[in-house]
């Protein structure tokens, strides 16, 4: 059982929430589908990472950084679950975060709001 003790406490707290998106390999671009769930994202997110495999161009992490407040470069040119560890670590040595979303371009949706997966 999980038990929010900050709801208790204060239920008007918002949820601190960092999202890592892992992208496959995927050539100089990046498919529309992925960038409009990091945009659908964004707004649940209080840091959004996206971690691209070494091979990605500076094309791709350029446009990935429009919307992302970090991309990574994996050390590999596929993904390994390692790859959401570091993104964590990294992105946590400023402060800890109440929920992290680990997730990636390997699933499609939703395709509208993504608030009531999230709650």
């Known amino acids: ?18 999202v890592v998106y892992a992208i496959s390999p995927g050539g100089d671009r990046v ?9 659908a994202l964004r707004p649940h997110a209080t840091r959004l990472v996206a971690v691209v495999p070494s091979d990605a161009s500076g094309v791709v992490t350029a446009v990935l950084a429009q919307t992302c407040d970090d991309v990574r ?17 990294a992105s ?6 109440d929920e992290v979303v680990l997730t990636g371009d390997s699933w499609f949706g939703p395709i509208s709001d993504f608030a009531p997966v999230l709650r």
């Open 31 to 39: 498919d529309d589908y992925i960038l409009h769930a990091l945009a």
């Open 73 to 89: 470069v994996s050390d590999s040119s596929r993904f390994d679950p390692v790859d959401y560890a570091a993104a964590v670590r």
């Open 1 to 18: 059982m999980i038990v929010d003790s900050r709801s208790e406490s204060d239920p008007g707290a918002e949820t601190t929430r960092l």
């Open 92 to 97: 946590t040595s400023s402060g800890p975060f």
